[in-house]
Nanobody, 119 residues
Framework: QVQLVESGGGLVQPGGSLRLSCAAS????????MGWYRQAPGKQRDLVAR???????NYADSVKGRFTISRDNAKNTMYLQMNSLKPEDTAVYYC?????????????WGQGTQVTVSS
């Protein structure tokens, strides 16, 4: 069982930056593909960025060039550096870990951290 804990959310002005962290415990972090998702009020949960176990990232079009996903396997932690934040980035951000182990899919979620972009 993998536990995920997000941190780093908060209130920031448009154009500002935040760095989210996702600390993992209870499993072998390096084998999991990791991702950040977000959910705004009244909307579905959408992918923001993912990073494979090998460290290859991919991003939603809406955040390309502004957000950077990374992972530190030695610290069992994933990050999301968010720059040039816009009001439409306001949402609860969730950390996700997924892996297929011995033909069984594993999927874990954190509790979420609120990001509010407002002046």
């Amino acid at each position: 069982q993998v536990q995920l804990v997000e941190s780093g959310g908060g209130l920031v002005q448009p154009g500002g930056s935040l760095r989210l962290s996702c600390a993992a415990s209870g499993g072998t972090f390096s084998i999991y593909a990791m991702g950040w998702y977000r959910q705004a009020p009244g909307k579905q949960r959408d992918l923001v960025a993912r990073i494979t176990s090998a460290g290859s990232p991919n991003y939603a079009d809406s955040v390309k060039g502004r957000f950077t996903i990374s992972r530190d396997n030695a610290k069992n932690t994933m990050y999301l550096q968010m720059n040039s934040l816009k009001p439409e980035d306001t949402a609860v951000y969730y950390c996700n870990a997924g892996a297929r182990i011995f033909n069984k899919d594993y999927d874990y979620w954190g509790q979420g951290t609120q990001v509010t972009v407002s002046s």
